[in-house]
């Protein structure tokens, strides 16, 4: 396929009644962070909470686990067995797949390792989570050019690459993906089953059904790390609160562009960070709403 993504106006904010709690809002679970990449698990977690979700629960390493409720206080923590090296091991299986019953969409990937029992892991889990599921970092290194993996889940699943993963996902170079992005975002959602969100300037959004849209926010300074953590909490937070998975993305990735464009107007494109994003993301839903007409 090629032409041009859809620029159609983005989805509207999810409502809240005036009479919400917390489980109505979306509980989310994040399996994230190991030894050396705590940080990807924290920011995921905390965006997924600025995003609107009721309740975030945060699976980690248990050696980590004093360092998760050190860096957020609102965000729960399960501590899982891990490895001699500080990541999740085989053992966290059985409680992965349960804490997953009880939540409205799963984040899988974020600082965790692709080699040996870890790696294993993901590929096993991916199919066994019946929530919604928003894959990114190490479980889509995981997945390599496997993509039945995906297809063989039974609930909807989203899939945040940068050109780096996509060309991993695809048996293709990094080069390739980025001169036919649209081509790439297109056939992967249609093969695989999964929405697509391209990560880069101008990010792509595609699903299975082959219709794209391109966000038409952010800037050059959200090339650092994390920002990819930070865009999964938030597309994590607003499938949580009853969102489709393609709108999920679609509004997700524009509210963490505006989020990334009102952060550069702080700290400038040079001194922008992941956690000025998450910082900007209550503005970023308000920018959104006055310019949807959504009055929120």
């Excluded at 032409?3 to 509980?27: F, I, Y």
């Excluded at 979700?53 to 729960?76: C, D, Q, R, T």
């Excluded at 597309?235 to 990735?253: C, E, K, N, W, Y």
Aim: glycine share 12%.
């Amino acid at each position: 396929m090629t032409g041009e993504a859809n620029t159609n106006q983005p989805p509207r904010l999810p409502t809240r009644g005036s009479d919400a709690h917390k489980g109505q809002c979306g509980r989310i679970l994040v399996v994230a962070g190991s030894v050396g990449m705590t940080g990807a698990g924290c920011m995921a977690a905390k965006s997924a909470m600025r995003s609107g979700a009721g309740v975030v629960l945060w699976a980690l390493p248990k050696s980590l686990n004093i360092v998760a409720e050190a860096l957020s206080l609102e965000v729960m923590t399960l501590p899982l067995p891990e490895t001699p090296s500080g990541a999740p091991c085989m053992e966290a299986r059985e409680i992965l797949v349960e804490a997953a019953r009880e939540t409205d969409c799963v984040i899988l990937g974020p600082g965790l390792p692709v080699a040996g029992e870890t790696g294993e892991l993901m590929r096993l889990l991916i199919p066994e989570i019946f929530p919604p599921l928003v894959l990114d970092g190490g479980a889509l290194s995981a997945i390599g050019d496997d993509v039945m993996i995906i297809r063989k889940r039974q609930a909807p699943t989203i899939i945040t690459p940068h050109p780096g993963e996509m060309a991993r996902l695809t048996g293709k170079t990094a080069k390739q993906v980025q001169e036919k992005r649209l081509d790439f975002a297109v056939k992967y959602a249609k093969f695989s089953g999964a929405v697509v969100a391209l990560k880069g300037a101008r990010t792509l959004v595609a699903d299975p059904s082959g219709r794209t849209f391109e966000n038409d926010a952010g800037n050059p300074g959200m090339a650092t790390a994390g920002s990819g953590d930070v865009l999964c909490g938030v597309i994590a937070a607003l499938v949580g609160q009853g969102m489709t998975p393609v709108d999920a993305a679609r509004l997700g990735v524009r509210l963490h562009g505006l989020a990334g464009d009102l952060a550069r107007d702080d700290k400038g494109v040079h001194g922008l960070i992941a956690s000025d994003m998450i910082d900007r993301l209550p503005d970023a839903f308000r920018l959104h709403a006055a310019q949807t007409g959504d009055g929120a």
